[in-house]
């Protein structure tokens, strides 16, 4: 039995557990978490520190074998730094590998929440046993881990699978600080924008979605409120996710026929939505993507869904025991 430790560093939360892993199986032993808020870099990490020695301490002080990081990007993963992401204010250019590295003694690894999520389905997940797979976010955004050839492919600067970057519409919602982008259409803040557009329109022509059946609750939607509303079935929900699943299939489409994947899994809103998606993203995909590629290509959900991100600060870590 190998023992792992995990980090998880959100703008919203900072998360550390423990597992225990045999060749083909992990099993988180135990966890903690607490709230980023307005934490500076070094208390932070003085904190996750503290949680993860106090884990330890619990499973009575097993030797580690490695810790891996699951962090959002930008950051250079080989020099170990995390590089102003947007939703870590503070947090620039600042080196999470070493203080980790010296207080244990160990091996330790950074990686971007979305490769770290791919190399997670890829090992205990919908992935595994394949070699060309692609992990898609789908959550508060949009972003891509790529697994080609049976490798993690993280690019020249670890900027390889910024999906969510790419233009669909020449205009549309905003995400990833680009209109019409595809992290615009597929992400939650993406779909509340959209459907705060759309919910406009139909209460100036006197109608009520079931999200917002007033002008006071536009700045209340959310993307899972409109989920909620097409299940128990709103027109205008519908009609919402049917915008959705389109640009959705769209997106796959350049994907397949770009990396010619055996599988791309999605996680998130897609896993949840997938009854309303499925359908509208299939016939965009046979309608826009080249035909022969698609023969091999599955789509499917995420399998580790809300366990994903420490499953993928461990994945992380047990990439370095064969490195």
Same mark, same amino acid.
């Given at each position: 039995?190998?023992?792992?430790?995990?980090?998880?560093?959100?703008?919203? %939360?900072?998360?550390?557990?423990?597992?225990?892993?045999?060749?083909?199986?992990?099993?988180?032993?135990?966890?903690?978490?607490?709230?980023?808020?307005?934490?500076?870099?070094?208390?932070?990490? =003085?904190?996750?520190?503290?949680?993860?020695?106090?884990?330890?301490?619990?499973? +009575?002080?097993?030797?580690? =074998?490695?810790?891996?990081?699951?962090?959002?990007?930008?950051?250079?993963? !080989?020099?170990?730094?995390?590089?102003?992401?947007?939703?870590?204010?503070?947090?620039?250019?600042?080196?999470?590998?070493?203080?980790? !590295?010296? =207080?244990?003694?160990?091996?330790? /690894?950074? #990686?971007?929440?979305?490769?770290?999520?791919?190399?997670? @389905?890829?090992?205990?997940?919908?992935?595994?046993?394949?070699?060309?797979?692609?992990? $898609?976010?789908?959550?508060?955004?949009?972003?891509?881990?790529?697994?080609?050839?049976?490798?993690?492919?993280? +690019?020249?600067?670890?900027?390889?699978?910024?999906?969510?970057?790419?233009?669909?519409?020449?205009?549309?919602?905003?995400?990833?600080? &680009?209109? *019409?982008?595809?992290?615009?259409?597929?992400?939650? *803040?993406?779909?509340?924008? $959209?459907?705060?557009?759309?919910?406009? &329109?139909?209460?100036?022509?006197?109608?009520?979605? $079931?999200?917002?059946? @007033?002008?006071?609750?536009?700045?209340?939607?959310?993307?899972? %409120?409109?989920?909620?509303?097409?299940?128990?079935?709103?027109?205008?929900?519908? %009609?919402?996710?049917?915008?959705?699943?389109?640009?959705?299939? !769209?997106?796959?489409?350049?994907?397949?026929?770009?990396?010619?994947? @055996?599988?791309?899994?999605? /996680?998130?809103?897609?896993?949840?939505?997938?009854?309303?998606? @499925?359908?509208?993203?299939?016939?965009?995909?046979?309608?826009?993507?080249?035909?022969?590629?698609?023969?091999?290509?599955?789509?499917?959900?995420? #399998?580790?869904?809300?366990?994903? /991100?420490?499953?993928?600060?461990?994945?992380?870590?047990?990439? $370095?025991?064969?490195?």
């Amino acid at each position: 039995m190998t023992w792992l430790a995990g980090i998880d560093i959100g703008g919203t %939360k900072c998360a550390v557990c423990l597992g225990e892993v045999t060749a083909s199986e992990v099993r988180i032993a135990a966890r903690r978490s607490f709230p980023t808020g307005n934490t500076t870099p070094s208390s932070a990490i =003085h904190r996750l520190i503290t949680a993860l020695d106090n884990l330890l301490l619990k499973q +009575g002080s097993p030797d580690l =074998h490695a810790l891996g990081i699951s962090c959002g990007g930008p950051l250079d993963s !080989r020099r170990g730094l995390i590089l102003s992401p947007p939703n870590l204010p503070g947090w620039d250019s600042i080196d999470i590998v070493r203080p980790l !590295r010296e =207080h244990y003694g160990i091996s330790v /690894g950074l #990686q971007n929440d979305a490769n770290a999520c791919a190399l997670a @389905e890829w090992k205990w997940g919908a992935g595994r046993g394949t070699q060309n797979m692609i992990f $898609l976010t789908f959550g508060t955004g949009m972003g891509a881990g790529l697994i080609l050839n049976g490798a993690l492919y993280s +690019g020249t600067n670890d900027m390889a699978g910024e999906i969510g970057h790419m233009r669909l519409e020449a205009s549309g919602p905003v995400g990833y600080g &680009k209109a *019409g982008s595809f992290e615009g259409y597929c992400s939650g *803040g993406g779909i509340a924008k $959209l459907a705060q557009t759309i919910a406009r &329109k139909e209460l100036r022509k006197g109608g009520k979605p $079931l999200f917002c059946p @007033e002008p006071g609750l536009l700045t209340a939607i959310t993307a899972q %409120k409109v989920g909620e509303a097409a299940e128990q079935g709103d027109p205008t929900a519908i %009609k919402l996710w049917g915008i959705v699943g389109k640009q959705l299939g !769209r997106g796959l489409a350049v994907l397949v026929d770009l990396l010619n994947p @055996e599988l791309i899994v999605i /996680g998130s809103i897609y896993g949840r939505q997938q009854p309303l998606l @499925e359908p509208l993203v299939m016939e965009e995909l046979q309608r826009e993507a080249l035909t022969y590629s698609m023969s091999v290509c599955r789509i499917v959900p995420a #399998q580790l869904c809300e366990q994903v /991100g420490d499953y993928a600060s461990l994945s992380v870590a047990y990439s $370095l025991l064969s490195s």
